[in-house]
């Protein structure tokens, strides 16, 4: 397996991204969060200076059949923590 500064997909002030798996770490210790937010991370830090659209950003997962869980929607999410 490569050492962790190979997986280094982007860091900045405390925090660091890695890839392969996703993670994202903050003061050397892992953060619990869900799949398309860390995707979505790793997509606007390798076009760092490029306009993402909204288009180009992971579709939302789909929701379980019966689950009663509610996923976060791509749009709700990029409108409240990216704009």
């Known amino acids: 397996m490569a050492d962790e500064s190979s997986r280094v997909a982007a860091s900045f002030d405390r925090w660091v991204l890695l890839r392969e798996p996703l993670e994202l770490l903050r003061d050397g210790k892992r ?5 398309l937010p ?3 991370l790793e997509l606007l830090t390798s076009r760092a200076g490029q306009l993402v ?3 180009e950003l992971p579709p939302e997962p789909k929701k379980a059949e019966g689950s009663g ?3 976060v929607l791509v749009d ?3 409108t409240r923590c990216l704009f």
């Open 53 to 55: 659209t909204r288009e």
């Open 76 to 78: 709700q999410w990029s």
């Open 38 to 40: 860390l995707q979505i």
């Open 31 to 35: 953060l619990t969060l869900q799949e």
């Open 69 to 71: 869980e509610h996923c």
